[in-house]
């Protein structure tokens, strides 16, 4: 079953700005993690946050996550044109008995020089 | 070292055919997980194995759809005699370590056509 779900679905800025998007999901997890794909090419890991962490920056990336919410934030600060891609949350559920991600149908993000 | 492997990165098959894709994991990776991915869509997991075992494969159709990852070699998946339906990209994935550290590295994807 699909666990995380993006919002939005697709965003659209210009270079510079920043851009935020969130992910919801329904069961406990051990994790959160983000990826991004490319058009037409795999994914790439961005960044992974524990149940027991808050918020985790790499970079111009900072991701939050709040356990009684069930939501994460990714923010990417100061845009570029490169960051145009799609983002997907993927939780690791804590009832997974078979260690598998769960993808949302992530948030498709245009930033325009 | 070098990332997660997948070949072919485009396979066309016409209905009825079989489809082998093939992933090889990092060096030193010995979990090996294959997603399928249809167009505007997520990931959708479909089976998790190490090494001669399949751990998971809860995410499997039931029919015509196999997956292995022997001792030597890399991880297949096999689809039989396939349709339509079976047109999607296919992401193989490798992590060091199982759940709790479940970072997964990603392989390029297969994108599968099947006329």
């Known amino acids: 079953s699909q666990q995380g779900e993006e919002d939005p679905q697709a965003l659209s800025i210009q270079e510079g700005e920043n851009a935020t998007m969130n992910c919801s999901y329904k069961t406990s997890i051990n994790n959160l993690q983000w990826y991004r794909q490319n058009s037409g090419r795999g994914l790439v890991h961005l960044i992974l946050i524990r149940s027991n962490e808050r918020e985790k920056h790499s970079g111009r990336l900072r991701v939050t996550l709040d356990t009684s919410k069930k939501s994460s934030s990714l923010l990417i600060t100061a845009s570029r044109a490169a960051d145009t891609a799609s983002y997907f949350c993927?939780?690791?559920?804590?009832?997974?008995?078979?260690?598998?991600?769960?993808f949302g149908k992530g948030t498709s993000l245009l930033v325009t020089p | 070292n070098a990332g997660v492997m997948q070949n072919p990165r485009h396979l066309v098959r016409r209905r009825g055919q079989e489809a082998r894709l093939r992933c090889s994991p990092m060096?030193?990776?010995?979990?090996v997980y294959w997603y399928r991915q249809l167009p505007e869509e997520g990931l959708k997991f479909m089976v998790y194995l190490q090494k001669e075992n399949i751990i998971d494969e809860s995410g499997m159709p039931k029919e015509r759809f196999s997956a292995e990852f022997p001792k030597e070699g890399p991880s297949i998946l096999r689809i039989q005699q396939v349709v339509r339906g079976d047109s999607a990209a296919y992401f193989c994935?490798?992590?060091?370590?199982?759940?709790?550290?479940?970072?997964?590295?990603f392989g390029p994807g297969t994108r599968l056509t099947v006329l």
């Open positions: 060096k030193g990776h010995s979990h």
């Open positions: 994935a490798s992590s060091p370590r199982g759940r709790g550290l479940n970072e997964q590295f």
């Open positions: 993927a939780t690791d559920e804590v009832s997974n008995s078979g260690y598998a991600l769960n």
